[in-house]
């Protein structure tokens, strides 16, 4: 792996899109690497993901124009199914996965950050989906994603007039959860991601899974999948001891993820 590095410490995994050159521009290169990090995670022991981009300018500047300017037809539509397919896996991802935005979001940056579960970002961050500046629509989940996330007015506002916005204003609309001095982004983030990973992994996990798909249902069968994830977790061992911890007034003496 060069163009996206993978670290573990204790039970945070950190991931850095690493082409600070190219402003950590998405290549297949780095869909490719991305994909294979994803699936070499140790899930026993790490209980949370971080995705940043390496260097203090950029998250990620979008997918790779040189790479993309020659594409067929054929070709851009599976470039973008590429993406989409990592990017799936990534939001699907079993453990929480929070964004460290430390710059560009641009395009595929802002993409990947949305197919993140929790996005904080630094003050230099700027925001944006300018594909239609380019000829194109955005390929990796932003003509979906950012209507989830911020609704349909002001997600076509930046789609349709590929308007970047700033952080405060990312902050503002929901795009993102925390503005951050850029020196204390890393940090930030690493503090709530040992807040996830100090409670019980198997609820997490449950919690995320639960979350993400019911949002594409209808309420009455959402809460079907919330009725299965809640009961699931009453066969867990965590839940005897958060429970028990509770009312033995004492404090949980650690999560055994069983
Ligand atoms: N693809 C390929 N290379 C990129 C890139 C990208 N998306 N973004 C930046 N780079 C490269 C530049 O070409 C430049 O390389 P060289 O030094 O070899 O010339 C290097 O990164 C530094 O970039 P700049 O000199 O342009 O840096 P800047 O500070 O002047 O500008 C910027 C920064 C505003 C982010 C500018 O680089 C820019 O506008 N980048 C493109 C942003 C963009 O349009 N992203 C969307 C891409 S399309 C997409 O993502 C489709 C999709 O949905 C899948």
Redesign the pocket.
């Known amino acids: 792996m060069e163009m996206v590095l993978y670290e573990a410490t204790g039970s945070i995994g950190t991931i850095t899109i690493n082409r600070p050159?190219?402003?950590n521009?998405?290549?297949s290169q780095v869909l490719d690497e991305l994909n294979e990090i994803l699936d070499q995670v140790d899930l026993e022991t790490v209980r949370c993901l971080i995705v940043t981009g390496a260097g203090e300018?950029?998250f990620v500047?979008?997918?790779?124009?040189?790479?993309?300017s020659t594409l067929s037809k054929e070709e851009g539509e599976a470039?973008?199914k590429k993406?989409n397919d990592v990017f799936l896996k990534l939001e699907a991802f079993p453990i929480p996965v929070i964004a460290a935005v430390n710059g560009?979001a641009?395009?595929?940056?802002c993409?990947l950050a949305m197919a993140c579960d929790i996005r904080y970002c630094s003050e230099n961050a700027?925001f944006?989906?300018?594909?239609v500046?380019?000829g194109?629509?955005?390929?990796?989940?932003?003509t979906q994603r950012l209507a989830r996330i911020v609704g349909p007015g002001r997600a076509k506002e930046m789609v349709l007039g590929a308007r970047n916005i700033k952080a405060e204003e990312a902050y503002r609309i929901g795009l993102v959860n925390a503005v951050f001095p850029a020196e204390e982004l890393i940090p930030a983030v690493q503090k709530l991601a040992a807040k996830i990973a100090g409670n019980a992994p198997i609820a997490v996990r449950a919690a995320k899974k639960a979350m993400n798909e019911g949002a594409s249902l209808p309420i009455a069968q959402a809460v079907v999948c919330e009725e299965k994830a809640f009961g699931s977790c009453f066969a867990t061992e965590d839940q005897k001891e958060g429970m028990g911890a509770f009312l033995e007034k004492r404090k949980v003496t650690g999560f055994v993820n069983k």
């Open positions: 050159k190219a402003l521009a998405l290549c300018k950029s500047a979008g997918a790779d124009i040189s790479e993309m470039f973008g993406g560009f641009l395009g595929g940056g993409e700027l944006g989906q300018p594909e500046g380019l194109i629509t955005p390929g990796f989940g932003g």
